[in-house]
């Protein structure tokens, strides 16, 4: 089982920036935050163009623009 500290500090909403992994460098909103059976915490990000992507919540941090605000 993983770690709490494992699965990221973010929520459904908030802005984030994603530190490692495939797709690195890129920014949005988080959705569909889940937990996955082998314990990993798994998000959807929405980009500002309205792309999404799946990554792990471990691989991000919350950027400075939070919410609705963000849209």
């Known amino acids: 089982m993983v770690s ?3 699965n990221g500090d973010v929520a459904n909403g ?5 530190i490692a992994g495939t ?9 569909d935050w889940k937990l996955s059976k082998s314990g990993h ?3 959807t990000v929405r980009e500002a163009n309205g792309a999404r992507f799946k990554t792990l919540a471990r691989n991000v941090r ?8 963000a849209r």
């Not at 908030?14 to 994603?18: A, G, I």
């Not at 919350?62 to 605000?69: L, P």
């Open 4 to 6: 709490a500290a494992d």
């Open 14 to 18: 908030d802005h984030c920036e994603v």
């Open 23 to 31: 797709h690195k460098g890129r920014s949005g909103l988080v959705e």
């Open 41 to 43: 915490a798994t998000i």
């Open 62 to 69: 919350r950027s400075g623009v939070t919410g609705m605000a």
